[in-house]
């Protein structure tokens, strides 16, 4: 609770003190705009539209991306995670290849598929891809041998143990993977269109950037925040709703 | 005996796996009717490669990226672990700062990139500071983790035997907080390189970022091949290093 408090103080005193330096012209206007100028600038934007016409393409990429990265994902999670040579064999090499900031792929995407959406999505499936790969099999080492043992006493055929045993044991898990991946699509995409691209939130940040509009700036980076922090939120009481099942 | 037979043929099918990723790479140029300026073959990015080293181009775009990867690391390295240990080791400042610093992690931080511009220009700054800034939150998480969970009986224990309260920091929770840290110091060197790379790519005028930008825009394709290859493995690299460490510092508790 105190806390909880302190938490309100904290966000309230940096607005406040926002506020108040950039009236003051303590700090250069190009740095920073005043807080209520930048939640007019917002209204504006909303209200003429821009902001949703950016904020569909953005949606609609992170959404093709993330449909690609998680079947992918899970599809090679849960079958490098239940094929224990191949795992033997390949969960190394994921996990090294995990460390390659990938955004090193994305020129050679753009040359490849230009710079409308398909390579938005190519990138930041990409992105996602690996966390949801990695964390799915994690999920599935996790589930506890003696219940696969006991299933298979029990008569349970290959496909039902994987079924009825492993999937149920790992959920949690690949659903904490699918968060995470969730995450990553949605930088990928960002940062996709910050770097090159013709629409998007990522394209309307960086215009306001370059015509120097700074409550627009503001203004549009809030909108990205609120987005994910609701995401964030959605997929974690999800989590918690599954995990209060078991 | 049989373990460390196993051990070998897995390395070799990992060998024989990059391999055929090579030759399909090469297939897929050779047979598949795509012109040379969208793939480049195996061939042509060694070739490529080759001319960035002889033209001098890789090493002084290197020698810059690392110089900013090895600042912005040092500064999130110290900020992360020195805040970490002050937060995690209080109750109250954990429920404070735990749920700002959860969500400033995931939120996607190249959104704010552009106010790093703004605040500290297109130079050397920059890229350090976004670096910086991708690879601290991890480090402080796991920092304020390691922290949180060690056993209060080890704190109890020394307090009794009348270590004084300041010591508590770097004579106690510093080392039973060590395994966490480090994991987070692996990460938060991923975070890092990727964060300087990022800046690079989107704004800059030195560094390997910029570079594959020049490359991109003048088409020369090998040439990009090569590079991100190079890059690739110096990440991987790094990160074995790292993985090496930390599973040394495990097996010497």
Redo the contacts between chains.
Sequence with gaps: MRARITHICIILSIILVWEVISELKLVNPIILGPFSKTLVSLWEDLSSGIIFRHLKVTLMEFGIAYAIAASFGLFIGLFLGTIKTLQDIYEPILTSLYAVPIIILYPIILIILGFGMASKIAFASCIGFFPIALNTIAGVKSVDNQLIMAGRTMGAGKLSIFFKVIIPGALPIILTALRLGMNSTMIGVIAGEIIASMAGMGYLISEATTTLDIPRLYGSILIILTVIVALNQGASRLEKLVEAQK | MNGSKRKYQ?RL??IL??IGFICLWDGLDRFGQIPD???SSPYQALVGLIQLIQSGKLMSHLGMSLVEIALAYALALSFGVGFGLIIGATK?LR??FD??LM?LH??????????F???FGIDIELKVFFGAFHGFFIIIIMTIAGVKNVRKEYVEAALTMGLAPRKIYYRVLFPAAIPSIFTGLRIGM?GT??GV??AE??VSRAGV?FL??E??YE?K?GE??GL?IV??LI??L???ILRFMGERLDAGR
Excluded at chain 2, 106 to 115: C, D, G, R
Aim: proline share 6%; no cysteine.
């Design positions: 897995i099918y990992q796996s990059v300026i969208f793939i109250y429920d404070v749920p700002f969500t995931a939120m996607p931080k190249i959104a704010v990139f552009p106010l511009i703004v605040w991923i390189v990727l790379l990022l790519l989107v970022g594959m930008n490359l991109t088409f394709t990009l091949y991100t890059i690739a990440s991987i790094i990160n074995e």
